[in-house]
């Protein structure tokens, strides 16, 4: 569906994305995960015609995405990371006029705005304006503009930020319902949950570069175990998890030690160390994350 | 990527030109008002104020002298602020342009369509002003219906020159400038208000080589007087010649800020 190899953006001197290489298959969710600045948006650009490229290859159903922008765009669905609904029209207007903008003809055109409002539940708000509506609203009639060409990707930007809980398992279920009905879809995300839960494969960026790749639970598993015993961190803990063979870290005034076997090292810990308070908790995709873009804050 | 590349165009852009319609037919009333009123204001202003104490300006009243600068200002002031304030409203806040990017659309049909929009803002303001003239009887029939076509041209030529102002101020308060340093001194200096041979050589020539209202204020009153001016071949020539360049330059620059 997507094929990158070497794909690089530079603004200038900056590099944007540093030579990167991936391939999405039909019918996957494929996540994009990094810190800010890392690439992702670019990334997303350069899949959707609307930034060119300065190196690589990269081809969109099998098509070069610096001369067949127009077939590419047709077949694509987006979902941007900031609002561009219309707000001079209302929510069956925005749909109305995008729809004109694939050549659908307005009867056809109707029909399917009527199915789409129903799927994303707008249909009471069909003639409201768009300041009007909530941002979970927004989000939900940016999917249904993204599907009005009945695309064969979709893109999705940052689908959830700044939604409540609510609105956000909403879109998670019209996702997946999507990928059910043989949807490719490519998306970003800060949510590292939201990536565990939605996406078959993912890449997690930094600084312009894939940093690893993978199916979410293999990662966590690779990288990181199964489990997590989290310790306070005091001198005699330390001491004793260096006699041990046990992986570990540091992380301000706790230490997580990474393992599949949690009872064991619990077993050690109570026996051998002096400790305070220790937890057991699920390793999770935000581990793995952490542990490749590291715990300095972006901005 | 140079400045002047001939942009690729297809009957999509249309699309955005239906765009714009939609939304101005959502508030024709309000739009309709300005159109309306300014001519009205400038005329009752300039044509009884001022005209009482002017009677002759070229050899003619002076109501009849600057009806057609009124109509050709009307024009100008349609498209330029449409491709300006309004083409940079959705460009920047309301993200439109993005928005259909994202579709088989390219950047040069969105600014196309754009442009092709704002020109026929200026068909519609002169369709709105040339009634109201009409009932005065300061401009002549069936010559002044001409204008309506050739208000397309000219509102390309102002969209056009108002769009390449759009891609390159930083930001929507620097479109002021453009405002106060190219509109306001064409609006004095055109031979709109009196004529062009009271005004020294250097202003007269300055007027018409470079500031394009004179050249549709001498279509336009021509038209008006049904009097052909004899550099009426050569204005046209200069606003033909004029809207080429800005519009494939506009298209560039709008192009050469968007897409990175």
């Known amino acids: ?299 | 990527m140079s400045y002047f590349d001939v942009p690729k165009l297809t009957g999509s852009l249309w699309k955005v030109w239906f765009r714009n319609k939609d939304v101005f037919m959502k508030t024709i009333i309000v739009n309709f008002i300005p159109s309306f009123a300014q001519p009205l204001l400038y005329l009752f202003a300039f044509g009884f104020g001022v005209g009482n104490s002017i009677n002759v300006m070229e050899g003619v009243s002076y109501i009849r002298f600057i009806a057609p600068a009124l109509i050709a200002f009307g024009i100008m002031d349609a498209s330029f602020f449409e491709c300006t304030f309004g083409s940079y409203v959705r460009m920047y806040y309301q993200k439109t342009f993005d928005a259909i990017i994202a579709t088989p659309l390219s950047i040069e049909e969105v600014i196309a369509g754009e442009l092709l929009w704002g020109a026929t803002k200026s068909v519609i303001n002169s369709i709105i002003m040339l009634p109201i003239f009409a009932i005065f009887g300061i401009i002549d029939f069936p010559s002044s219906l001409l204008i309506i076509p050739f208000s397309f041209l000219a509102g390309l030529l102002f969209a056009a020159i108002g769009m390449c102002f759009t891609a390159i101020v930083p930001s929507i308060d620097s479109l002021n400038y453009p405002t106060f340093l190219f509109i306001t001194p064409m609006f004095l200096f055109s031979g709109t208000f009196f004529s062009l041979s009271l005004m020294p050589d250097f202003i007269r020539y300055f007027a018409l080589a470079v500031l394009p209202l004179t050249h549709v204020v001498i279509i336009i009153r021509s038209l008006t007087l049904s009097q052909p001016n004899p550099l009426m071949l050569f204005s046209f020539a200069w606003i033909f010649l004029a809207t080429l360049l800005f519009f494939v330059l506009s298209i560039n620059l709008m192009k050469k800020k968007l897409i990175v």
């Open chain 1, 1 to 299: 569906m997507i094929e990158a190899d070497g794909l690089e953006k530079r603004y200038g001197e900056f590099i944007a994305v540093d030579n990167i290489s991936f391939v999405v298959n039909e019918g996957e969710v494929f996540g994009f995960l990094g810190p800010n600045g890392a690439g992702k948006t670019t990334a997303m650009k350069m899949i959707q015609c609307v930034s060119p490229k300065n190196k690589g290859k990269l081809e969109v159903f099998g098509m070069d995405v610096s001369t067949d922008q127009r077939k590419i765009k047709r077949l694509l669905g987006v979902v941007p990371q900031e609002s561009n609904l219309d707000p001079d029209f209302s929510v069956y207007q925005n749909l109305l006029v995008y729809s004109r903008y694939f050549d659908i003809p307005q009867k056809k055109a109707e029909n399917i705005i009527d199915e789409l409002l129903d799927f994303v539940m707008l249909k009471e708000k069909k003639d409201t304006l768009i300041t009007l509506l909530s941002g979970g609203m927004r989000r939900r009639l940016l999917l249904a503009r993204a599907l009005v060409n009945n695309p064969r990707l979709l893109v999705l930007d940052e689908p959830t930020v700044g939604l409540d809980p609510q609105a956000r398992h909403l879109i998670w279920e019209k996702i997946k319902k999507l990928q059910s009905l043989g949807n490719t879809i490519v998306l970003t995300t800060h949510y590292l949950e939201e990536a565990e839960r939605l996406c078959d494969r993912l890449v997690i960026m930094d600084n312009g570069k894939i940093l690893v790749e993978g199916k979410p639970s293999e990662l966590i598993r690779e990288y990181i175990g199964t489990e997590i015993v989290e310790a306070d961190n005091n001198p005699a803990v330390l001491d004793c998890l260096n006699k041990t063979s046990s992986k570990f870290e540091v992380v301000g005034d706790t230490i997580q030690v990474y393992t599949d076997d949690p009872q064991a090292v619990m077993n050690a810990l109570l026996k051998e160390c002096d400790f305070g308070k220790v937890i057991v908790r699920r390793a999770t995709l935000e581990d793995v994350f952490l542990k490749f873009t590291g715990r300095k804050l972006r901005d």
